[in-house]
């Protein structure tokens, strides 16, 4: 399968779970996950129509920027972003998904301030309370999102969650709703409902991502194909 059937495929399963719960298939954006893959593979998205591209690793994808890998798509960073690191990615991300500590959050604020830009980013929630994971706690995520409401170089525009690897179903659907009520609290407590993006789901749960009322969806393999690590 190309790059083009697979994004085609999943735009149909969006499609089909969007009649299914009675929401608008426009109102989601695919992100492809293009981590590993070549600046060729993601021009190949980008020509199928592809909304954005994500990366993880900054050194990658400064990488691809120079070989014009995401031109024409909105380019999302959705890694771990480490703070000696933020300078390389604020201005060039058009969202950062990935801000899970207050700590990055200043340093995005002021590598911004002194960029001259506004940088929009998603707060991240450690929904699985992972110790190895970043990420608000789902308890400290209204006071975090109050601090961000502060900044005046950070536009918070919504929430983006990755549940532990290794939930059954059940209980990764329970992980998607409560993160989805965490971003419909805090949007109308802080930002008068103006926040767009509730980012979860990857390839192998994004439609259930979906019916829980994610806004963004993050996917990968389904899309270029499985990764070979070595
Ligand atoms: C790699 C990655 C994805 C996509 O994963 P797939 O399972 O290949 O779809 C989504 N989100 C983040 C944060 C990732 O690093």
Do not use: W
Not at 80 to 90: A, D, E, I, P, S
Not at 119 to 131: M, S, T, W
């Amino acid at each position: 399968m190309s790059i083009a059937e697979n994004i085609a495929r999943v735009r149909e399963e969006i499609a089909a779970v969007c009649a299914e719960t009675g929401r608008d298939p426009h109102e989601i954006v695919l992100v492809g996950a293009s981590k590993m893959n070549d600046a060729a593979a993601c021009r190949e998205a980008v020509e199928a129509g592809i909304d954005a591209l994500g990366e993880n690793r900054v050194q990658e994808m400064t990488e691809k920027l120079r070989q014009h890998a995401y031109d024409g798509v909105p380019l999302h960073f959705i890694g771990h972003l480490q703070r000696n690191k933020v300078n390389k990615v604020v201005g060039q991300a058009a969202l950062i998904e990935s801000v899970g500590s207050l700590e990055l959050l200043f340093e995005i604020e002021k590598a911004a301030a002194a960029r001259g830009v506004v940088q929009e980013v998603l707060l991240e929630v450690n929904i699985g309370g992972e110790a190895a994971k970043s990420g608000f706690a789902p308890d400290a995520l209204l006071a975090a999102a109050s601090s961000a409401a502060d900044q005046t170089h950070v536009r918070v525009r919504g929430l983006m969650t990755v549940p532990p690897a290794d939930a059954d179903r059940d209980t990764n659907m329970r992980y998607f709703h409560q993160v989805q009520a965490l971003y419909v609290d805090m949007n109308a407590k802080l930002f008068h409902n103006e926040c767009k993006y509730l980012s979860m789901g990857m390839s192998g749960d994004y439609q259930d991502a979906i019916r829980a009322g994610a806004t963004m969806v993050r996917v990968g393999s389904a899309i270029f194909g499985a990764r070979h690590y070595n």
